[in-house]
């Protein structure tokens, strides 16, 4: 008897990790499609505002935005890790694009990846749009502003919950709004 109780046992276990993974697999796949329908998804004066695309030329983005911000923004550079103050940026506000003042992330959605990036789980409805890249061997999923096009950084699945997404953007095309009274 005490041998079939084992077995019982191991197999409960072994389904136990199964449904786990299948769990995982559900949470994940169901952040990327997340990423894809979120257009879909937002209230129509968010969706009007999106559309509302702010289009410069090169040249005129040269004169508007610093090196390093034009690099990042237009040229889909990374700037360097630990760089950015805006890392260690704890206080309640709001962390808005830098070329066009569209929000992108509340400090709410902030958390300490200890990648030397700015991260965030999630970002506000319908403020960025996304793209692969194959700029190393391993595809990634780059992002950038909803209004203005530029490139602020890539979203990967390793994030903690409630989204299991990790937003790594650069400090430097990030501009923080500080809550009023709460500074
Ligand atoms: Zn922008």
């Not at 077995?7 to 499609?33: L, N, P, Y």
């Not at 194959?134 to 994030?159: M, Q, S």
Request: include cysteine; charge should be neutral; hydrophobic fraction near 40%.
């Amino acid at each position: 008897m005490a041998a079939a109780f084992e077995f019982v046992v191991e197999t409960i276990t072994v389904d136990a990790e199964k449904i786990m993974d299948r769990r995982t697999f559900v949470k994940r796949s169901a952040g990327a499609v997340g990423i894809l329908l979120m257009p879909r998804a937002v209230p129509a004066a968010l969706a009007a505002e999106r559309r509302d695309k702010l289009v410069r030329s090169n040249a005129e983005w040269k004169k508007l935005l610093t090196a390093e911000q034009y690099d990042v923004l237009r040229e889909e550079g990374t700037e360097r890790p630990f760089s950015s103050p805006l890392d260690h940026e704890t206080r309640a506000g709001l962390f808005v694009c830098v070329a066009c003042d569209l929000p992108l992330f509340p400090s709410t959605f902030k958390f300490d990846s200890g990648t030397g990036w700015p991260s965030f789980y999630d970002v506000l409805p319908g403020a960025v749009e996304t793209k692969t890249d194959f700029k190393l061997i391993a595809p990634r999923t780059e992002y950038h502003c909803a209004r203005c096009g530029g490139h602020h950084g890539h979203v990967f699945n390793d994030g903690p919950a409630p989204t299991g997404l990790r937003y790594c953007n650069n400090g430097v095309v990030l501009r923080f709004v500080p809550d009023r009274g709460r500074t």
